[in-house]
């Protein structure tokens, strides 16, 4: 798989701690109008073996939080970060200094190893499979080996990162839609190498006055981004503010503003922070693991914890998770928990429709609730998914008229100077010497071979035939690119949607097979997750010239590494703890369940289903507005009628995913979050209140322009504390996990 990946001429090679430039003397390879920048190392094996072993902590930690609460986190910028604080802290030994496409090379390979929790099912399909009932499963199998989970896992890897290679020019090069979290991470990397903001190089765009820390936050139900709009992050929140984010346009030389690098915070205090915060949150790992009562603190009564599981577990962790998804996801999420949890649940409960124990999934209040989880996340997952294919169907049409009405002679030949302009616009998108993409008989050859072998596996596994696992596959590719298109605009891969269509279609294939219909389900979320993956880091590369290939090469790696690494971590947590069980409730797993039940004409609970219908028309209304509010001429009149911006609205505009993880979840998860997200917007306010007033007892204004950089400052302070929050736990778990398991 490497000899294409290494036998480039053009990529400067690594002898011997010797850098040895292949390139002419022109050091930018150019084809059309990109350059690709080859006097720096693009692919090195010291990026991947970082990359991988970053990677393999995030995917450790992303692991023990999605089997808790559904949360998984690509982290992206955090695997920037910390890759680069790696090298920086070597640089005085190292012959060859750590480039920025280098960086996106490791981020790239870190994402791909973290992410497989999630793309591999374990967080949701895997679980919902041992949770089967004996005349479900129907003597099909629903626990697996080790050797079976590997298996299972290089079935799903591969057919959605070769799928994602040819939607690279169509997406990133011709239509350069944002992909706001791919963005955001090329921002970082710029900012950490000194380099300017490359989206200055681009077509302008609403945001690209400032650096979006918009991280990739998923839940494990189908890998959903509750990343809606430009700006939901705590961390963009501190980076970017409705007054000044719109940067002023004095030129106060945006070129020496964005060369006068916001890493002016000494690396040995960054490093320091992240070490702190580790070990702070590796602390609370090792008291709750000896004191377990500390993990949920009653501290609003005995009452309400111990009839209505209202609790707070102080885990620093969470609180990290809470800064990552921002402030407005947060209080949407608590917003969830509390229509959940303080009305619903115990309405449910005292009218004896959920007689049950509340936490108990199938006869108390919590199963009861899942499914006005289910039907919020359902009904904005299937409207996202609608706008994002009506606008596809418009823009096929539209081009379709266009080339309809190309200019033509008397006899109906095309003008020569049409099919020279056409020639010339399609050589222009060949952005790059194709020695750096992905050969396509690799591609498509790859796309061929991943799907045989898919179909090969599931049925060896689960003796489903091939010819349905072909349609699985059929089906999860167009709805990839409804997913990736979706990622673009708005940062938001609505894979949930993808997955439950993809159920809804399986319920009329394999009617009864809820085994197949859940295995179909989490092949179509593989697939979109793993494009949608894979196309925010070409994004990145895009934006950095680094080579696709390389990333492709990247990718590839850390998706075969992460399979083994993630099947084993599954079988110790399996070994030490009961899967579902109170350590580890797996909601995501139960979402799974419920859709495949309910697709197969198993029952309702009594009296849900006009909450489920209320709900659901709400949140099909949601997405439809938040659709208007991304068209100025909708959303000038509302904002200017509310007297609030365009941004703020789009930015605070309900998330009917974060409200379902309020519901699915149990309120201590939540509750955490929200502190965390609320701590640090109250703190970056006041840091930043405190510079207005020095910088006024000094007889001058702070501008726009520096109050954006004081919130790019504070952003990245707060992605590194928050970083070191969710890896401490999760690490310190692992090993406490390890301990356990060979004790």
């Not at 209040?365 to 009506?390: Q, T």
Request: with cysteine; net charge neutral.
């Amino acid at each position: 798989m490497l000899y294409w990946v290494r036998n480039i001429r053009l990529w400067p090679v690594h002898r011997f701690g010797k850098h040895v430039d292949h390139a002419s003397d022109n050091d930018l390879v150019q084809n059309g109008s990109h350059l690709v920048d080859v006097t720096q190392p693009q692919f090195t094996w010291r990026a991947v073996v970082v990359g991988l072993l970053f990677g393999t902590i995030l995917c450790f930690s992303n692991l023990w939080f999605g089997l808790q609460s559904g949360w998984i986190s690509m982290m992206s910028l955090q695997a920037s970060l910390v890759g680069f604080a790696v090298f920086k802290a070597l640089e005085h030994v190292l012959s060859v200094p750590f480039g920025p496409a280098e960086n996106v090379i490791l981020q790239t390979t870190a994402v791909a190893t973290a992410t497989m929790p999630l793309a591999g099912g374990f967080v949701g399909i895997l679980p919902a499979l041992k949770m089967l009932d004996s005349d479900e499963a129907n003597g099909a199998r629903t626990q697996l080996n080790f050797g079976q989970l590997c298996a299972w896992g290089m079935a799903l890897t591969f057919f959605g990162v070769f799928f994602a290679v040819p939607l690279r020019r169509q997406m990133v090069i011709k239509e350069k839609l944002r992909f706001p979290s791919g963005t955001a991470t090329a921002q970082m990397i710029s900012v950490l190498h000194k380099r300017p903001d490359p989206t200055l190089d681009e077509e302008p765009t609403a945001q690209s006055t400032g650096i979006q820390i918009n991280e990739c936050d998923r839940t494990g139900d189908g890998g959903v981004r509750l990343r809606r709009q430009e700006s939901n992050t705590a961390a963009d929140s501190i980076g970017t503010n409705d007054s000044a984010s719109s940067a002023e346009p004095e030129n106060i030389s945006v070129a020496s503003a964005k060369a006068d690098s916001v890493d002016d915070v000494q690396w040995a205090v960054k490093l320091v922070l992240l070490c702190v915060s580790f070990l702070m949150s590796g602390g609370y790992a090792l008291l709750a693991h000896f004191f377990p009562a500390i993990s949920a603190l009653p501290i609003f009564g005995s009452y309400l914890s111990e009839n209505w599981a209202w609790n707070l577990m102080p885990s620093l962790s969470y609180a990290g998770q809470g800064i990552i998804m921002g402030l407005p996801t947060c209080i949407w999420m608590l917003t969830g928990a509390v229509a959940g949890w303080g009305i619903l649940s115990p309405l449910a409960k005292t009218e004896g429709w959920a007689p049950g124990p509340v936490t108990d999934w199938k006869t108390g209040s919590r199963g009861w609730i899942l499914w006005v989880s289910l039907a919020v996340m359902i009904a904005e997952s299937m409207i996202s998914l609608g706008i994002v294919a009506f606008k596809e169907i418009y823009a096929l049409y539209y081009r379709l008229r266009h080339y309809r009405h190309i200019a033509t002679s008397a006899d109906g030949v095309p003008q020569p100077q049409d099919l020279d302009m056409h020639a010339a616009s399609n050589h222009e998108l060949d952005e790059v010497d194709r020695r750096f993409l992905v050969p396509n008989w690799v591609t498509w050859g790859g796309l061929v071979a991943s799907t045989c072998i898919c179909m090969g596996i599931v049925k060896a596994l689960f003796d489903i035939p091939v010819y349905d696992t072909l349609i699985a596959v059929a089906l999860a590719l167009p709805l990839a690119v409804l997913g990736v298109r979706a990622l673009g605009e708005t940062d938001l891969n609505p894979v949930s949607g993808i997955g439950k269509v993809s159920q809804v279609v399986f319920a009329g294939v394999m009617p009864g097979n809820l085994v197949g219909n859940l295995i179909a389900g989490g092949i179509a979320e593989a697939g979109a997750q793993q494009a949608g993956d894979l196309m925010q880091d070409l994004k990145t590369g895009h934006l950095l010239s680094a080579s696709p290939r390389a990333q492709f090469a990247g990718q590839m790696i850390g998706s075969v590494f992460s399979v083994f690494i993630t099947a084993g971590a599954y079988l110790l947590y399996s070994k030490v703890y009961d899967i579902p069980g109170p350590q580890f409730p797996v909601p995501t797993a139960q979402v799974w369940l419920d859709m495949a039940r309910l697709v197969n004409g198993h029952p309702l609970p009594p009296h849900v289903w006009p909450f489920i219908i209320g709900f659901a028309l709400l949140f099909v209304v949601l997405p439809i507005g938040a659709a208007l509010m991304n068209s100025a001429a909708f959303a000038e009149p509302v904002c200017r009628r509310l007297a609030i911006k365009q941004t703020t609205l789009q930015r605070w505009w309900p998330s009917g995913i974060a409200f379902a993880m309020g519901i699915y979840n149990a309120p201590n998860f939540t509750l955490m979050r929200a502190i965390g997200a609320i701590f640090v917007s109250i703190v970056s306010e006041l840091l930043v209140a405190r510079s207005k007033r020095i910088q006024r007892a000094s007889g001058a204004e702070i501008s726009g322009l520096q109050e954006t950089l004081i919130r790019r400052r504070l952003g990245i302070l707060a992605i590194i504390m928050a970083s070191g929050f969710v890896l401490g736990e999760g690490t310190f778990s692992f090993f406490i996990l390890l301990s356990q398991a060979f004790a």
